[in-house]
């Protein structure tokens, strides 16, 4: 296969690139057409995309704790009681 072949292959959308076999040999191709540097780059886009990711999960995780922190009922009450009771000023002191 001529390298004028393998540019045509892989620059005209296939059905058979929707296929793991397929999408296989298209990453192949396009891995015989790149050069060092650009693999090199790919990778560094693919491991910031995957540092941001993991980076992501880690605040989704902070945030749903945050969100399943209980609540104290009894406290809430309690703090409405006291201003009902005592008043907004005095209600802080207790």
Known sequence: MTRKELNKLCQTPDWR???PEG???HTLL???LCTFREKLEWLEEAETL???LRSGRG???ARKSAAEKPVD???QNRQ???K?????RQAHRI
Do not use: D, H, P, V
Not at 84 to 88: D, H, Q, T, V
């Open 59 to 61: 605040q989704t995780r």
């Open 23 to 25: 999408a296989e040999l």
């Open 73 to 75: 009922l009894n406290r």
């Open 80 to 82: 409405f009681n006291r």
């Open 84 to 88: 009902r009771l005592y008043g907004k």
């Open 50 to 52: 995957s540092l941001r």
């Open 17 to 19: 690139w929707a296929t």
């Open 30 to 32: 396009l891995g015989l």
